[in-house]
Structure formats: structure tokens, C-alpha cells
């Protein structure tokens, strides 16, 4: 243990360095993938054979092992920042999506009724009814991928995206151990900081519902 | 203020709602009634633009609704369903001030109101800071039904509003609304299958089949002249007896107490005992009536036991004929404060009695059904 914190005092330049890149690379990732994403999913409810077919197809992406992607992005996008971003990106996309689609889904056809029937037009439904009503389910689709694609921002350092993945990386390759938990550790505590403050937001956003949100 | 004018609405080959012309007056309270399937909610959601028709126009408040936005008209209408649709995510403050929201009130105005609407349904203050989901379904219907009157609108559409609701709750929620119709004046138009519900809420009942008006009147007038053998089925055990069905025949009692007039005293007042009534109807040996006698009058007569009841001096009364009409009847029992009259045919031969208790059953009959 103690030989862990003598590396990260040693290193401690480096492994803040290795924060902000893994921020860098979670967070553009994650906010290009909402941007994306629920717009999407808001989309995909609009048209029921459109949504099984997109949420098919990149239920099919998730599964390739994300090694194989940073892979074949390295092929088509070279190596750096750019590469491992992207497809930290295209893996945000379906949790986000798939809870935009379920969450505005689920919303209760009543509420819709009523709000057709007192005079709202479709983007002031979405606006007052859908969307605060699906919040509760967004949010929780953000904070799988969150999880995700912080874990996995540490195999961007494969393809040179930079970030903890690097300090983990070459401590595999020099067998030193401690410089692999200078790595693995921020990115853990990262990840279940994130996960931490987005359950609030969960949290916060149903509270009108009797039940206790599941964590 | 609202009028059909040859409404037609098909699905492809099934028609809805068949050339329908309808006619709703300003400040009534209009209930569509029928059986499920005769096009009663596709008529009320055809008023606010949920349906459009495939044929005819619809005027609402003079204009044609084909050359508004349904938008903007939607907002001018209150809208009430069955499934009351709150918004959980909103507290009843923010459910009640949607409509204000949209039109763009703003907070003074909106906070007004809301206020002015809590205490119209006499529902404490507090309830405004909570979630639907805190309320009972009657408040939360409550509050459905303040949400459609928020902006003021002339016209109120109401789907089986209290159909989901207990009893007890739906009864005071149909007092509410008669209440609040009273005060507020609005044109409210009210689809139930409850007859019971319209009976008490209309001023004009509009009853549906097929998708078309059978026949369109207040309650009583429907009650007391159905159209024809659907809508007297339709009404069923609501079905007041007509004119002619009302007559004496219809509320006397086969159960007259009677005596010849040659009974000995002793006998008269025993059968009196028995039967527990203070007098007797006293017929000739041929059942035709001759007059009543009285306990009391057998008392101060001062006649002996075996005495006959001819003997004490039948008290003449006029009685009744079967055919007479109930009502005449009726008043003139309340009139000559009579507890029985008796009922004979047009050879004077006794048939039964009109009772005040014979009455009541039979009112009672009419109101609530005849289970045999």
C-alpha cells in the first residue's frame, strides 16, 4: 500500500495529467453522446419499427468488444485523441438511447390525453410532459454510460487517446504494479463519483413518485 | 353553442357516427348517453378536434372548427376524461395553471386564480404544494376538473368524468358539478352510460345509438315519453308510468277490509282488532259498497254486542273508481286528509283500496323499479 502512494506522490504531475485527459475524453464523449442520443431516442418513439431496428443495431455495436473497435477506428481514424473519443462516443449512445426511448415510452398514455385535450401542441408536450416525466429513466441511461466509458476511456491509451489508460498501461509493461493502481484507481473512484451524483439527480427528478427509486 | 350539421365519422367501412346533426344551447348541461359503441365520446372529442369528421361541419361558438387551429381551440375548451390525467411530475398548483401557462399568464394572475379555484371545490390550500399521487382519485378529479375550468372556458367536454370513482364519491361529485354548473354558467357537454348520473345532471339528455341521436330531451320528457321500445329499454327501470297507465287500478290494493252489513258488533270489532285498522268498509251481501263505520262510531253508539253493523248507521263516503286518474286520487286524499278510500268498479261492486301506504309503494315503484 504504502508503496502505492510513494508512486503516486512521485508521479502525482502525471497522474493529474492523467485525470484531465480521462475527464477530457469521458466527459466530450458522453456530452456529444447525449446530444445525440436523446434526440434519438425522442425520435425512435415517433416510429416503433424504426426504434427495433436502431436499437438493434447498435445493441449489435455494443457487443463487439470495444479493443476490436479502438482497433478498426485506429484503421480508419489513425491514432490520438480523436479515434478513441469517437468510439467512446458510439458506445454512450445506446444506454442513452434506449432510456430516452423506454422513459418517454413508458410515459403515461393519460397524461397524454389530457394534454392533447387541453390545447398542447406536440413539442409543448414534449417539452412539459414527456421528457421531465422520462428524466428519471435519461438520466439513469447517462449513468450506464458514464460508467462504461469511463472504465473504457482507460483502453483509450491503446490508440494514444491519452488519459489513466497510460499509466496503466505502462505499468503493465514494466511490472510496476503501483503505477497500474495510480491508473486504475482515479479511474474507479471517478466512475463511482459520477455514478454517485447522477443517482441524486435521479433521485431528484422523481420525486413525485411515492416509490423509492431503485439505486 | 355548439352545433352539428350532418356529422359523419367512418373508419374506412365502419361508421361511427352517421350523419348526426346536434344542437348544444349556451349554459346547458348536455349529457351524450348510450350504449358503449354508439359513437357518444367520438361525438364529444369531435368537438374539441381530438376526431376529425369525415363529412359536416362543426360550429362551435359561431365559427366553423375546420378553419381553426385545434390548437388554439383545444385551450378555449375545458377537456375532462375519465382517466382524470394529472401530471405527476407537477404539483397540483402547477397541474391547475397548465392552461394559463400555455396562454402565458402571468404569476399573479395564474396564483389568483388557482386560489379562487381551490376554494370553489372547498379544497384546502395545502393540497396545492403536493403531487397528484398524494390525493385521493375524488381530489385528483377535483383538481382535473378545476384544471379545465383554469382559463375560463365557455365550453366544458366531460368523458365519463366520474366513472372511475367509488360511489359515495361520484354522488358528491355529481352534486359539484350540478352546483357548479348553477354558479358558473358554463356549456357543459357530459358523456356517461349511467342513467342514474344523467338523470341527475341534465337539462337535456341525448341519447345515442349507432351513431345516431335516438331521441334528445330533458329527463322528464325522456323518462315519461320515450321515442320508441329502445330508448324505453335503454331508460329501463327509470321509465315513469305514462298518463294513461296511472290510474287507480295501478296504486290500490286488492287487500280491502271489508264487512256485510248484517255482522254482529262483537264480530266488526274483533275483525278490527285483528286487522288493526280503526274502521271497516261496509258492503250488502252482493260486495256492493255502502258506506264505511268507525271504531269510535261503534263506541258512542251505545248498541249491544250482537247488534248488527247496519244498526249503528253506515257513514256514506264517496269512493273511487278504478279508472280514475292516481293523481286526482292522491290530492283528494290529501285534501280531505283520508287515510283510505275505498275502490269500486261501475256497478258500485269493491275492488280494493287506495291507501296512503298502497301510494307511497307504488311512487316508490316508479322511482326505483318494480322488482317483481
New interface residues.
Given amino acids: 500500500m504504502s508503496g502505492f502512494f510513494a508512486e503516486l506522490s512521485r508521479n502525482s504531475h502525471a497522474v493529474l495529467v492523467a485525470v484531465g485527459q480521462h475527464i477530457a475524453l469521458s466527459v466530450v464523449a458522453i456530452l456529444s453522446g447525449i446530444l445525440v442520443a436523446v434526440p434519438m431516442g425522442v425520435l425512435l418513439t415517433y416510429h416503433t419499427r424504426a426504434a427495433k431496428i436502431v436499437l438493434g443495431i447498435f445493441s449489435v455495436v455494443n457487443t463487439i468488444p470495444s479493443i476490436v473497435l479502438l482497433g478498426v477506428a485506429m484503421i480508419f481514424l489513425g491514432i490520438g485523441y480523436i479515434p478513441a473519443t469517437t468510439v467512446l462516443f458510439v458506445y454512450s449512445l445506446l444506454p442513452i438511447m434506449r432510456g430516452t426511448y423506454t422513459g418517454i415510452k413508458e410515459v ?1 398514455p ?12 406536440r413539442l ?1 408536450m414534449l417539452r ?2 414527456q421528457l ?2 422520462a428524466m428519471p429513466s435519461i438520466i439513469t441511461g447517462i449513468r450506464l454510460s458514464s460508467i462504461y466509458i469511463i472504465s473504457w476511456a482507460t483502453l483509450a491509451a491503446f490508440i494514444g487517446g491519452g488519459g489513466l489508460g497510460d499509466l496503466i498501461w505502462m505499468g503493465l509493461q514494466t511490472y510496476n504494479f503501483n503505477m497500474v493502481l495510480c491508473g486504475a484507481v482515479p479511474a474507479t473512484i471517478l466512475s463511482l463519483l459520477v455514478s454517485f451524483l447522477l443517482n441524486r439527480l435521479i433521485k431528484r427528478t422523481s420525486r ?3 416509490e423509492e427509486v431503485a439505486a | 353553442m355548439v352545433h352539428f350539421v350532418n356529422v359523419t365519422m367512418a373508419y374506412g367501412a365502419h361508421t361511427v357516427i352517421d350523419n348526426l346533426n346536434l344542437h348544444v344551447e349556451e349554459g346547458q348541461l348536455v349529457v351524450l348517453i348510450g350504449p358503449s359503441g354508439c359513437g357518444k365520446t367520438t361525438t364529444l372529442q369531435l368537438i ?1 378536434r ?1 376526431i376529425k369528421p369525415t363529412h359536416g361541419d362543426i360550429m362551435v361558438n359561431g365559427e366553423n372548427i375546420k378553419s381553426v387551429d ?7 375548451i ?2 375532462v ?1 375519465q ?8 404539483t397540483i398548483k402547477q397541474n391547475i395553471e ?2 394559463p401557462r ?1 396562454l402565458g399568464w402571468d404569476e399573479e394572475k395564474k396564483a389568483a386564480r388557482t386560489l379562487e379555484l381551490i376554494q370553489l371545490v372547498n379544497l384546502d390550500e395545502k393540497y396545492l404544494k403536493r ?4 390525493l385521493s382519485g375524488g381530489q385528483q378529479q377535483r383538481i ?1 376538473l378545476l ?2 375550468l383554469a382559463v375560463e372556458p365557455p365550453i366544458i ?1 366531460m368523458d365519463e368524468p366520474f366513472g372511475a370513482l367509488d360511489p359515495i364519491t361520484r354522488e358528491s361529485l355529481q352534486d359539484e358539478i350540478v352546483s357548479l354548473q348553477k354558479r358558473l354558467k358554463k356549456t357543459i357537454v357530459f358523456v356517461t352510460h349511467d342513467m342514474d348520473e344523467a338523470i341527475k345532471i341534465a337539462d337535456r339528455i341525448i341519447l345515442m345509438k349507432d351513431g345516431k341521436v335516438v331521441q334528445a330531451a330533458s329527463p322528464k320528457e325522456l323518462l315519461s315519453n320515450p321515442a320508441n321500445e329502445f330508448v324505453e329499454q335503454f331508460i329501463g327501470r327509470h321509465r315513469l308510468y305514462s298518463g294513461k297507465a296511472d290510474t287507480v287500478a295501478d296504486v290500490m290494493s286488492a287487500d280491502i277490509i271489508c264487512a256485510e252489513k248484517t255482522l254482529s258488533l262483537i264480530e266488526a270489532v274483533a275483525l278490527m282488532r285483528h286487522k288493526r285498522v280503526p274502521g271497516l268498509f261496509v258492503v250488502d251481501d252482493e260486495n256492493k259498497l255502502l258506506g264505511k263505520v268507525s271504531i269510535e262510531q261503534i263506541r258512542t253508539s251505545g248498541l249491544s254486542e250482537r247488534d248488527v253493523l247496519s244498526a249503528v248507521g253506515i257513514e256514506q263516503i264517496r269512493p273511487v273508481l278504478e279508472t280514475q286518474s292516481a293523481k286526482e286520487v292522491f290530492d283528494r286524499m290529501e285534501a280531505e286528509r283520508l287515510d283510505a278510500l275505498p275502490v269500486v268498479d261501475e256497478t258500485n261492486s269493491v275492488k280494493g283500496v287506495v291507501t296512503r301506504s298502497s301510494m307511497v309503494r307504488s311512487l316508490a315503484d316508479v322511482v326505483w323499479g318494480n322488482p317483481s
Fill in positions: 403515461s393519460n397524461a397524454l390525453k389530457a394534454a392533447r385535450g387541453m390545447g398542447m401542441s409543448q412539459l410532459v421531465p416525466l413525485h413518485r411515492r | 374539441n381530438l385545434p390548437v388554439e381551440l383545444r385551450r378555449k375545458g377537456y376524461i382517466e382524470i390525467g394529472l401530471f405527476p411530475h407537477m397548465i392552461v400555455l403531487y397528484p399521487s398524494e382535473g384544471r379545465a367536454l
